[in-house]
């Protein structure tokens, strides 16, 4: 029996739906679950030329109700390196279109935005919306040439691209703010430190330099996260115990054998948070650390020096975290054991206030306060620092200089003021 052939209007119509399929199966494996309306990130190639604009789309739904949404002109995402500064890019509408639109229950809308990428991006690229709670996507720019075009860098785009024409009958807009609800606050920006399950813990540097010798210091340090629940906004105290480490080196390089002058180890173990979702008009984010810890120098006799804190650190951040802001970070402890050196008090007290102004792509200036309970006793631990990207495009981590000033630089010193310290080097975080 041979087959009816439908009808001319009915195979254009299935031709187009194959034709859309795909379309429509990249927005949905996209699509946020949320509970009423979902804005997403698409992803967008996994490799991307990064001598080209970077373009993305955001779509947004709304599943249950009618909704208006204020359609923005720009898009501001942060991206992250692998082992590199915070980069703030700011998007602009491919087209112009309408600035609210309205979106039945079941409608989506989509728009792109694009902006040229800075040379000093390289690698695997993190891509994090700031202020709309999307997930965020990861890309790997390839710089080399490809076929068939010219070596030469694609010029930087004008800030602000030219306006489109006004006819946007065919362009796909994209809403993010709600205009009739209020949406919730997006997550603070990560820090890099806290990127992965295992990263960093306090700085890691090597610096060079001295006063009354020529000497170098180092510090190692890293965090792993013991166990990591369903939930990844949990709060709970077994789903963020974390172990740290931490081994801090006076390196003599006067002498001829060029000895360790102390090398002191902090293994610890507590609770962290790196966002409690804690905000206001003031306070942009806080952070939460409390725990155990232990330092000691390895040595006997007498000297050997040892102790053991108890300790509690909320680090603040007031103003925007990837522009220009301040980091204030008072570590509180207590003594649980200090046998070896009982008046330890004296010198260091009971608090190390970290200070710290920057923008996460450029300058940093930081300090590490102490006040003894005697006398004039205590320290400066002060350092500036500069993302070595900016300086050589395709490096990571930070130039750096450090001052040091007082009691207690290692803790075989603790009651015995050196002369100052003036000493410059490289930083794999700060």
Same mark, same amino acid.
């Given at each position: 029996m041979s087959r009816i052939a439908p009808p001319p209007r009915r195979r254009r119509l299935a031709l187009a739906g194959r034709a859309l399929a795909p379309i429509y199966l990249s927005l949905m494996l996209a699509w946020p679950l949320a509970g009423h309306a979902g804005v997403a990130l698409l992803q967008p190639p996994r490799v991307i030329d990064g001598n080209k604009p970077l373009t993305l789309t955001l779509v947004v739904s709304a599943d249950d109700a009618t909704r208006r949404y204020r359609i923005p002109d720009t898009l501001e995402v942060t991206?992250?390196?692998? #082992?590199?500064?915070?980069?703030? %890019?700011?998007?602009?509408?491919?087209?112009?279109?309408?600035?609210?639109?309205?979106?039945?229950?079941?409608?989506?809308?989509?728009?792109?935005?694009?902006?040229? #990428?800075?040379?000093?991006?390289?690698?695997?690229?993190? %891509?994090?919306?700031?202020?709309?709670?999307?997930?965020?996507?990861?890309?790997?720019?390839?710089?080399?040439?490809?076929?068939?075009?010219?070596?030469?860098?694609?010029?930087?785009?004008?800030?602000?691209?030219?306006?489109?024409?006004?006819?946007?009958?065919?362009?796909?807009?994209?809403?993010?703010?709600?205009?009739?609800?209020?949406?919730? /606050? /997006?997550?603070?920006?990560?820090?890099?430190?806290?990127?992965?399950?295992?990263? &960093?813990?306090?700085?890691?540097?090597?610096?060079?330099?001295?006063?009354?010798?020529?000497?170098?210091?180092?510090?190692?340090?890293?965090?792993?996260?013991? *166990?990591?629940?369903?939930?990844?906004?949990?709060?709970?105290?077994?789903?963020?115990?974390?172990?740290?480490?931490?081994?801090?080196?006076?390196?003599?390089?006067?002498?001829?054998?060029?000895? *360790?002058?102390?090398?002191?180890?902090?293994?610890?173990? &507590?609770?962290? %948070?790196?966002?409690?979702?804690?905000?206001?008009?003031?306070?942009?984010?806080?952070? #939460? /650390?409390?725990? *155990?810890?232990?330092?000691?120098?390895?040595?006997?006799?007498?000297?050997?020096?040892?102790?053991?804190?108890?300790?509690?650190?909320?680090?603040?951040y007031f103003g925007d975290q990837n522009d220009w802001h301040w980091r204030v970070a008072p570590k509180v402890y207590a003594y649980v054991e200090k046998s070896e050196n009982p008046d330890i008090a004296y010198y260091r007290g009971y608090m190390d206030l970290g200070i710290a102004y920057g923008r996460p792509d450029s300058w940093e200036f930081s300090a590490t306060l102490r006040k003894g309970t005697r006398k004039w006793y205590g320290s400066v631990d002060a350092q500036v620092s500069y993302p070595m990207a900016r300086l050589l495009p395709g490096t990571a981590g930070y130039l750096v200089a450090g001052y040091f000033v007082g009691y207690g630089e290692s803790l075989l010193d603790y009651n015995h003021k050196l002369p100052w310290q003036f000493r410059i080097g490289y930083a794999l975080s700060r």
């Open positions: 991206a992250s390196g692998d #082992l590199q500064a915070p980069v703030r %890019l700011v998007l602009w509408r491919e087209v112009s279109g309408p600035a609210v639109v309205n979106l039945r229950r079941g409608e989506h809308r989509a728009i792109r935005y694009t902006v040229a #990428l800075p040379p000093a991006l390289r690698g695997q690229v993190r %891509l994090d919306a700031t202020g709309i709670d999307a997930a965020p996507v990861t890309v790997t720019l390839n710089r080399l040439p490809q076929p068939g075009e010219s070596t030469t860098a694609t010029p930087p785009v004008a800030a602000k691209p030219p306006a489109p024409p006004a006819d946007t009958t065919d362009a796909a807009p994209v809403p993010v703010t709600p205009v009739t609800t209020a949406s919730a /606050a /997006a997550p603070a920006p990560a820090d890099l430190r806290d990127s992965a399950r295992l990263s &960093f813990h306090d700085p890691m540097y090597l610096m060079v330099g001295g006063h009354g010798g020529a000497n170098a210091k180092f510090q190692l340090s890293f965090k792993y996260r013991i *166990f990591e629940g369903e939930d990844p906004a949990s709060k709970s105290l077994f789903d963020n115990l974390y172990v740290g480490y931490t081994q801090f080196s006076i390196w003599d390089l006067s002498e001829k054998s060029k000895p *360790f002058r102390d090398t002191n180890y902090k293994p610890s173990l &507590f609770y962290y %948070l790196s966002d409690t979702g804690v905000r206001n008009s003031v306070i942009s984010r806080l952070s #939460l /650390a409390t725990g *155990f810890e232990h330092e000691s120098n390895g040595r006997d006799g007498d000297e050997s020096r040892s102790i053991n804190t108890v300790f509690v650190k909320p680090t603040f």
